[in-house]
């Protein structure tokens, strides 16, 4: 096994040919291997990103809360006592700000599912740098149309008991009090909304909500489903379907 998760970690591509112009987000890079924050950092600035570094966990909160980044790359594996997980956590806390996970192995990938910290996007390392920047962009494309409650949002005004969903203004409140919802949650709960009712499987789920397509996992969904239910509590009516999926009142 060795010492180190991040040997070997990048296929290197060529940096020259990763495209177009992108949108200028700030993206803040938390990576310790300085390899694959150089890659990160090159490709990012191809894609007219503005990318910050940070190569540990404490630094990454100070200059997440310095500069307000629209997106973060996360390692999971870094050194000192603050890791990606608690990374992620302390983020979540106060903001939605869009989490795509790097991981070294897919036993990690378990650890984190697990953890339902409340990251919108996982890669397993090794990755494609080309394949990372397509879900950079996916995700950005995907925070830009929430925003501004773009093609596809429901910006109707449903009640669940004390759970109150304005989709116009991308709110969620229970009993009166706000709550903060990554735009993952969102976006699978409006998608529930939407076809309320209705016993979803996983795969229509993953397949309706997750507007950037998706690799990798069903379970994915049970992880965002127990994030739904654990911050809207027993009013939200989301019932699981043995054998299938979920249904929503
Ligand atoms: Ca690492």
């Known amino acids: 096994m060795g010492g180190s998760c991040d040997d070997g970690d990048v296929i290197a591509g060529n940096a020259g040919d990763a495209g177009s112009a992108g949108n200028g987000a700030v993206v803040l890079v938390v990576e310790d291997d300085p390899h694959i924050a150089e890659l990160l950092d090159a490709y990012l600035r191809q894609e007219g990103h503005r990318p910050v570094a940070a190569s540990d966990g404490e630094r990454a909160l100070g200059l997440f809360h310095e500069r307000r980044p629209d997106l973060v790359l996360l390692d999971l594996g870094l050194p000192g006592g603050v890791d990606g997980v608690e990374v992620c956590r302390r983020l979540r806390r106060t903001s939605d700000v869009p989490v795509i996970m790097l991981t070294a192995r897919a036993d990690e990938l378990d650890r984190v599912l697990g953890f339902e910290v409340g990251t919108d996007d996982y890669v397993t390392k090794p990755f494609s740098p080309r394949e990372l920047m397509g879900r950079v962009r996916a995700v950005l494309r995907r925070t830009a149309a929430s925003a501004s409650g773009g093609a596809g949002s429901e910006t109707g005004v449903h009640a669940f008991g004390g759970v109150r969903i304005d989709g116009g203004r991308r709110e969620v409140t229970v009993d009166g009090v706000e709550v903060s919802l990554a735009a993952r949650e969102f976006g699978l709960l409006r998608y529930l909304v939407r076809h309320a009712g209705q016993a979803l499987s996983r795969r229509q789920i993953l397949d ?23 911050k809207l509590g027993d009013d939200l009516p989301l019932a699981t379907v043995r054998g299938h999926g979920y249904r929503l009142g």
């Open 208 to 230: 309706g909500a997750w507007e950037d397509g998706w690799i990798g996992d069903e379970r994915t969904v049970d992880v965002h489903v127990r994030q739904l239910r654990r």
